[in-house]
């Protein structure tokens, strides 16, 4: 079988270090493997626009900040196609007849749902599109024959409710559709980096994000303000680990050869630890260590988008080509949907004769 990967985001605002640790970077490493024949990436505005109908401006403005990020941390035109869920009508006709495979009762039951409503505060008026965006979900990852689905560990029931409708619509009416796996990241640190507050996950809301398109003095300032040990007043006082956000993202981001370029008296991450442990080590020495690591990392991001903001309406060509191309896809998938309800009436040669010949005998 072919391997196909689908994913994407909500572009709801600008990416940040969360989504680069916890995705972009491992997609543009399966982009570069070779291994995959075909890798979809989406920018899911019509996912977005579930809990975001009354602002579509902001669902619009940062379709372009996405891209942005997107391509200046590696994604490929030539070798991944990059589309805009809205603008394959496919994929809303595909979710219109999954629902029929899905009881309220199940959506109910969806951890991730039940969570984010809460997040929302919509436990007392529920959008209906918000309530049934698993089912949307499960509509894109199969309008690709999406073989694997990169998410972390809080959207896997997202991803088992994608596969219930593969086995329930396979089951009823014969194999058709594709059975899609979970790639989780292999660095558990990854899968959610907390905010720089400490806070469980990065949040635009919370103020809590390094954004990849944050300028170097921006980053610098957001590192050293980061929350550390409370209790490590002093130098020379035991400092922990536990919920320490710089060493969450020295964890994240920073190997061996980083200790050789910047703190060659440590020769790795368990040392500093152990310094840092024992007491003898200040919070400011690790957090100017971490600023050069992430400089390391978002340098060369940084540099590739000034390029590509000189040229917007090639990035927005990139989108339309991607946009089409993917179309092609999913319109082929919808065919064997449709023809597999037996809803394609006017491709079925069989069904006109034998009709005709009903009202001729």
């Known amino acids: 079988m072919k391997k196909i990967i689908l994913t994407g985001d909500r572009p709801t605002g600008k990416l940040h270090l969360g989504h680069y640790v916890g995705s972009l970077k491992r997609r543009v490493e399966l982009q570069n493997s070779g291994e995959y024949e075909k890798i979809f990436i989406m920018i899911a505005d019509a996912q977005a626009l579930t809990d975001n109908a009354d602002n579509p401006d902001k669902i619009r403005d940062n379709i372009i900040e996405v891209a942005l990020d997107y391509l200046s941390c590696g994604l490929d035109p030539e070798k991944s196609t990059l589309f805009i869920q809205s603008q394959l009508p496919e994929l809303a006709e595909l979710s219109f007849y999954y629902m029929n495979l899905v009881t309220v009762s199940r959506l109910q039951r969806n951890p991730t749902v039940k969570s984010e409503i809460q997040q929302r505060n919509f436990e007392t008026s529920i959008p209906v599109g918000f309530f049934t965006y698993p089912i949307s979900q499960a509509s894109d990852i199969t309008a690709f024959r999406a073989t694997t689905v990169p998410v972390g560990e809080d959207q896997l029931p997202m991803l088992e409710q994608a596969r219930e409708i593969v086995r329930k619509f396979n089951s009823t009416y014969g194999e058709t559709l594709v059975e899609p796996e979970a790639l989780i990241p ?176």
Do not use: W
């Not at 002093?234 to 050789?260: M, R």
């Open 186 to 361: 292999e660095n558990e640190v990854c899968s959610r980096l907390p905010g720089t507050d400490g806070h469980a996950k990065m949040s635009k809301s919370l103020g809590n994000c390094i954004y990849l398109s944050d300028t170097e003095e921006d980053v610098k300032k957001k590192v050293m303000s980061m929350f550390t040990d409370p209790n490590h007043l002093k130098i020379t006082d035991p400092g922990s680990l536990e919920g320490n956000t710089v060493f969450t993202y020295l964890d994240a981001f920073c190997t061996d050869n980083h200790f050789a370029k910047y703190l060659p008296e440590y020769n790795n991450l368990d040392e500093l630890k152990a310094h840092y442990q024992r007491g003898g080590l200040g919070d400011v020495k690790v957090k100017r260590f971490l600023n050069a690591v992430l400089e390391d990392e978002l340098a060369p991001i940084r540099a590739r988008r000034k390029e590509l903001e000189k040229d917007i309406p090639a990035v927005y060509e990139i989108l339309k080509k991607g946009s089409i191309k993917a179309r092609e896809e999913a319109a082929k998938t919808l065919a064997d949907v449709k023809a597999a309800m037996r809803i394609n009436y006017f491709d079925d040669e069989e069904l006109i004769k034998a009709q005709q010949l009903k009202y001729n005998s």
